[in-house]
């Protein structure tokens, strides 16, 4: 009986729970500016955790042409508080690209992910930004 009251929670979490103990609601960027390499910018990120929880988020900027390709990305560790926020972030647009390029004219957008642990299990949540101009 013991083995089985230790092995039913972990069969649960791991197997039958599909509840999503955070989530990223929204991500805005102000699209009424064009932006430039180097500028720093504001991100609107509606979340909700049912749980304090601790993890990793994963900022990743991508330029949306036909590859899709992620140009820049960066992880910061975090906690967060149960409950509905609207959090500001400023987050810096790279001046070159992950290859040491100039970061390209063109349309970017923001990937926000946040990995964290609940009961032992590894769970994600993710949401992008709308679509922005970065113009040199």
Sequence with gaps: FVLLGALIPDVYFRYLDTKQYYSIDSVFVDTSKVYKPCETMELVVVRTASENLTGEFTFVLSLED????????????????AGTKVVKSEQVIPCKSSTGKDLSDGQYRWALGFEYTFKGIKKTAFNKSNLFKVRS
Excluded at 66 to 81: A, G, L, M
């Design 66 to 81: 036909i590859d899709n390709r992620n140009v820049y990305s960066k992880r910061v560790p975090s906690t967060v508080e």
